[in-house]
């Protein structure tokens, strides 16, 4: 059993940035890739970003490749989501998710309860 929680929404104008965070309970998070979806009202959820076990592979939507990073540090359980030049259509509700393969599919194994991103523009 792998229980997430995100943290580091809020509230940013467009253009700003904001870190998430997902840390995870258990000691076997090392064998899980873990992903980052969003969703927002009216919208299906979608993916954004996933990270290998060991963090030598990423994967991003074409919506938000050379602004966001995710990055993982297996020693603390926590995986971040750094997101740069934010523009009002990534505002939405972010859940991480935990997946025991290489990647991140469309039903992972786990969820976390979400934070909101909010940007004002």
């Known amino acids: 059993q792998v229980q997430l929680v995100e943290s580091g929404g809020g509230l940013v104008q467009a253009g700003g940035s904001l870190r998430l965070s997902c840390v995870a309970s258990?000691?076997?998070?090392?064998?899980?890739?873990i992903g980052w979806f969003r969703r927002s009202p009216g919208k299906e959820r979608e993916f954004v970003a996933a990270?290998?076990?060991?963090?030598?592979?990423?994967y991003y939507a074409d919506s938000v490749k050379g602004r966001f990073t995710i990055s993982r540090d297996n020693a603390k359980n926590t995986v971040h989501l750094q997101m740069n030049s934010l523009k009002p259509e990534d505002a939405a509700v972010y859940f991480c998710?935990?997946?025991?393969?290489?990647?991140?599919?469309?039903?992972?194994?786990?969820w976390g309860q979400g934070t909101q991103v909010t940007v004002s523009s």
């Open positions: 258990g000691r076997t998070f090392s064998s899980y890739a």
């Open positions: 990270i290998s076990r060991s963090g030598d592979r990423e």
């Open positions: 998710a935990a997946q025991s393969q290489s990647t991140v599919s469309a039903d992972p194994d786990y």
